[in-house]
Structures are given as structure tokens and as C-alpha cells.
């Protein structure tokens, strides 16, 4: 479980880096913070898939059960990082990238959920 956890964090942070790149390079360019969030998100989704199929909980389950599964859990990691990025807009009225990286790591315990007890799990 450690070594697990070790590779989740890894490969989460390779992806979570994607996506915060992705992100501020387009905040840079003037883009509204959830485009950018969410073509962060959507250049990240396939680092984190295969390194997580692959590596992280090295699963046997076929891309045809996996896929569907991690986009659904995603998807949920996806609309609390979106909840919490509304959230801190709303209540400082300030779009910063600070704020994406926070709500990337809060997503991140929900993702990790889900994937190792749904998405990849092989029964």
C-alpha cells in the first residue's frame, strides 16, 4: 500500500503539473480561469490514466473496463476541483493560479478513491 500510495503521489504530480502548466500558461494569455483549468485537466487525463493503469496499481482490467471507469472518476475529481475553484473565486473574488493548485490537491484524495476502489480494482 505504501509503494502504492508512493505512485499515486508520483504520477499525480506529474499529472497535476500538466494541468498546472497547461493552466497558467493559458491564464497568462488572458484565458477565463475555468477554460484554462479545463483544457489543463483534459491534456493531464491521459498522464494520469496510463501512469496509474500502468504503474500505480499495475492493472490487469483491460482499457475497454478501465477507461470508462477512471474517466468517470475523472470526471468526479474534475467537478471538486471545479467546486473548489468556484468556491475560492467566489469568496475572494480574485482568479489566481494559486488557486488551481489548490483545488488540484483537493481533488486528488477523491481521485485516488475511486481509482484504487473502483476504476482499476479487477473484480
Partial sequence: ???QLATFGAVGL???AV???VAALLLAGDVPIFVANAA???VAFAVSYLGH??????SRAGHARSMPRFLV???IGFAVNNGVLAALVWLTGRETSLFVAIAIGVAALVTWLLA???AFSEG
Fill in 1 to 3: 500500500m505504501i509503494r
Fill in 116 to 118: 484504487r476502489f473502483w
Fill in 19 to 21: 494541468h498546472f502548466a
Fill in 73 to 75: 472518476t475523472a470526471g
Fill in 14 to 16: 506529474a499529472a497535476s
Fill in 53 to 58: 493503469h500502468r504503474l500505480t496499481f499495475a
Fill in 40 to 42: 489543463g485537466f483534459a
